[in-house]
């Protein structure tokens, strides 16, 4: 079992960053991939980026490719989204996940992720 509880949402003028951090529970945060996701109001839950158990490989979504980059601290059991030049369509509710992967493997969908974070939105004026 894994708690994760995601922190760092705000309120961000268009142009401007912001970083979430993803802390999980447990001792067992090496086993693995973490990704985030994000949903926006009237839209589904959608990909955002991912980093696989040892954070050798990422995978992003093509519309956040270039802006966010992702990392992990296993020593501290914690996943960050780093987010740079946002836009007013980033505006959503992040989520942090967790799902048993192999040790260098990445995934996009939501059904290989087993344990998700309660969220923290994201606003991003123009």
């Known amino acids: 079992q894994v708690h994760l509880v995601e922190s760092g949402g705000g309120l961000v003028q268009a142009g401007g960053s912001l970083r979430l951090s993803c802390a999980a529970s447990?001792?067992?945060?090496?086993?693995?991939?973490m990704g985030w996701f994000r949903q926006a109001p009237g839209k589904e839950r959608e990909f955002v980026a991912a980093?696989?158990?040892?954070?050798?490989?990422?995978g992003f979504a093509d519309s956040v490719k270039g802006r966010f980059t992702i990392s992990r601290d296993n020593a501290k059991n914690t996943v960050y989204l780093q987010m740079n030049s946002l836009k007013p369509e980033d505006t959503a509710v992040y989520y942090c996940?967790?799902?048993?992967?192999?040790?260098?493997?990445?995934?996009?969908?939501?059904?290989?992720?087993?344990?998700w974070g309660q969220g923290t939105q994201v606003t991003v004026s123009s």
């Open positions: 996940a967790a799902g048993f992967a192999e040790i260098a493997v990445v995934h996009s969908t939501h059904d290989r992720y087993d344990y």
């Open positions: 447990g001792r067992t945060f090496s086993s693995y991939g």
């Open positions: 980093i696989s158990r040892n954070g050798w490989s990422t």
